[in-house]
């Protein structure tokens, strides 16, 4: 099993929309989650992250965490076109034994204007 | 924001020969920077951690003799791929925690990457 798991789309959704990325992760004791958004030839940057279960909101971007579920979502309100890009989920496991951010494979996403 | 910065964002060189990349945080001290690598339509793979003043901890299957990590001060890390191959082109990314490295909470930023082909 992957460390973390994210489908990699490509998810396609029209302008305006709401887009739906989802992430599970294999280590139960996580305790800090990251969204990263990289464009094609570009390196990440970050969105957002969420350490609490819960929803937070940030903008257009809300990320959710279910730690019993092992699942962290990232929603992105009225989609736009420069919203299409790979959206990676990472999580800092504690069983690493040292600090260490695993990535996920990424979800591509498409916005179409 | 933290800022990272990497150089050179693209490189070729020939088979056989050696490339240097550096990574420096510009707007603050970093005592670990991370060095990934990541494959056309793959995910980033994280390859060493970087720890100023000590020697670099690699991750399972990565050559620590070909992907040579110095980390002199606090604000660089360098990578250098010895003996390259056309397999060693990748893009490599590297990054750095700002604040506490214990923190688990601690977000990374990365460096805008180095394209490296090897003919």
């Known amino acids: 099993q992957k460390e973390v798991e994210q489908n990699s789309g490509p998810l396609s959704v029209p302008e305006g929309a709401i887009a739906s990325l989802n992430c599970t992760y294999s280590?139960?004791?996580?305790?800090?989650f990251f969204w990263y958004r990289q464009y094609s030839g570009k390196s990440p940057e970050l969105i957002m992250f969420?350490?609490?279960?819960g929803d937070k909101e940030d903008g257009r971007f809300t990320a959710q965490l279910n730690k019993a579920s092992q699942y962290v979502s990232l929603l992105i309100r009225d989609s736009q076109p420069s919203d299409s890009a790979t959206y990676l989920c990472a999580v800092n496991p504690t069983n690493t034994g040292g600090f260490k951010t695993i990535f996920g494979a990424g979800t591509r996403l498409f916005v179409k204007a | 924001g933290a800022v990272v910065s990497q150089h050179p964002s693209w490189v070729i060189c020939k088979s056989g020969t050696s490339v240097k990349i550096e990574c420096r945080s510009l707007d603050f001290q970093a005592t670990t920077m991370f060095w990934y690598r990541q494959f056309p339509k793959q995910s980033l793979m994280l390859m060493a951690t970087s720890n100023e003043g000590s020697k670099a901890t690699y991750e399972q299957g990565v050559e620590k003799d070909k992907f040579l990590i110095n980390h002199a001060s606090l604000t660089l890390s360098t990578l250098t791929v010895t003996s390259a191959h056309p397999e060693d082109s990748s893009f490599y990314i590297c990054?750095?925690?700002?604040?506490?490295?214990?923190?688990?909470?601690?977000?990374?930023?990365f460096g805008n990457g180095t394209r490296l082909t090897v003919t």
């Open positions: 969420i350490y609490s279960n």
């Open positions: 280590d139960r004791g996580s305790q800090s």
């Open positions: 990054s750095a925690a700002k604040g506490q490295i214990n923190s688990y909470n601690s977000p990374l930023h």
